[in-house]
């Protein structure tokens, strides 16, 4: 604990040295990166490529016989690390019967690869199927995966499958039960991501004005770090609105639809002002009654803040 109140004293110096010292390694760094064919091929289809159309309908007829059979485990056994992971999974997806939908709801239970960036690659794939499937009751798993932490490859994009499920709304409303801490962490996320490559069309199908306004309607009695990480990063979007319209400048339909979730941001943005300026004094000061979890998460909200807490840190070292 003491290790990590000291990275918290120290971070502003070393992220200004490890920028400096990112810049000069970047270029080095990107010229040496050997992609995994999974990555490859993930890159190609965020690029507007397609899977072959073949090998889906190979699958598909093969998983129909198999589950005719009631051979469920030859077709669970199918879904291996590689290339033919996310043929199976829109295979799968395509037959969408209930059984197969418990297939893919499984796959978010156990580990699939060692390797974290493919991993994150097949929890994207699992629920993006899933969200095309509509399957709300896949939503606590795909929370679960981001129950202990929210530090890994691609989880941007795996929050912005995450939060356009239609029933997302409703764990956000309850920020203080497990699913809804997770679901704040996923919200967080995703609009973390929009600074981050991750397309403005998910505050559309996310309906993220209005989950914002629930969480806010139903907001803990005491400054919660996440939400104060969240009402920041909604005010950093309202600052890049000119930009972030450049993606419908040929959809105007979506572009008003666009606007009508940032409204309901806008309506709320001078309590959000008023909430940020108290957060920063009232998490200081319970600083010592936390756990360390708790403490990591006030921490980060604190720097996102810009609040000068060494009055509490330093009685604790």
Known sequence: MIGLLVVALLLPLMLGGAFLLGR????????????????????????????????????????????EKGEVDRVE?????????????????EIGSEEACQILERQL??????NQLEQAWYWI?????????????SLPLLLNCVAETDEFPLVHYFAAETVCFLSFGGYVAEPETLTGHAALRILHR??????????????????LGEVIEALWDHRPGEVHPLL????????????RVEHLEQAFA??????EAFQLQL?????????????????????ARRLPQMDEDEQREALLALIELRHDASGALLPLL
């Open 263 to 283: 409204t309901r941001w806008r309506s709320l943005e001078e309590a959000f002002i008023d909430y940020l300026q108290e957060a920063g004094p009232a998490l």
């Open 228 to 239: 104060v990480r969240i009402l920041i990063e909604v005010r950093r979007q309202l600052r």
């Open 190 to 207: 995703a609009l973390e991501g929009m600074r981050l490559g991750v397309p403005p069309h998910i505050v559309i199908e996310g309906r």
């Open 250 to 255: 040929d959809e105007p339909f979506e572009q």
């Open 77 to 93: 056994s199918s879904l291996r690390p590689g290339t033919q992971f996310v043929v199976r999974v829109r295979a799968l997806a």
């Open 24 to 67: 000069y390694l970047r270029q080095r760094w990107s010229d040496s990166l050997d992609l995994s064919p999974v990555t490859r091929q993930h890159l190609e289809l965020y690029r507007g490529g397609q899977l072959p159309e073949a090998a889906v309908e190979a699958a598909k007829r093969r998983f129909h016989e198999w589950l």
């Open 109 to 114: 239970t156990r580990r699939i690869s060692d």
């Open 125 to 137: 794939d699992l629920a993006n199927s899933l969200r095309n499937l509509n399957r709300e009751e």
